[in-house]
């Protein structure tokens, strides 16, 4: 799984920001990438440096500094 490390899109429009990524991808690495780009990732578990985006949404994840913007499953959304 920890080759599936890769943002594929990142896509604005009016009403916000999409980004698609692999499941694999560290909590930390997507924050810094996002970072790079002018963006934030606004879900901040504790296990931010150790855990990633498949084991978030997998098990509901709900960061202890992201709660103005609730968990996970509030910030994800399913491809169509």
Avoid: C
Avoid at 43 to 57: F, N, Q, R
Wanted: aromatic content about 4%; cysteine-free; glycine content about 12%.
């Amino acid at each position: 799984m920890r080759r599936l490390n890769q943002i594929l899109q990142i896509k604005t429009d009016g009403e916000g920001l999409l980004v698609n990524a692999q499941s694999g991808i560290l909590g930390n690495e997507l924050q810094s990438r996002l970072n790079a780009q002018g963006y934030e990732l606004m879900h901040v578990p504790a296990s931010l440096d150790i855990s990633t985006l498949g084991g978030w949404i997998a098990t509901k994840s709900f960061g202890q500094l992201s709660t103005l913007y609730g968990g996970i499953a509030d910030q994800a959304a399913t491809a169509k």
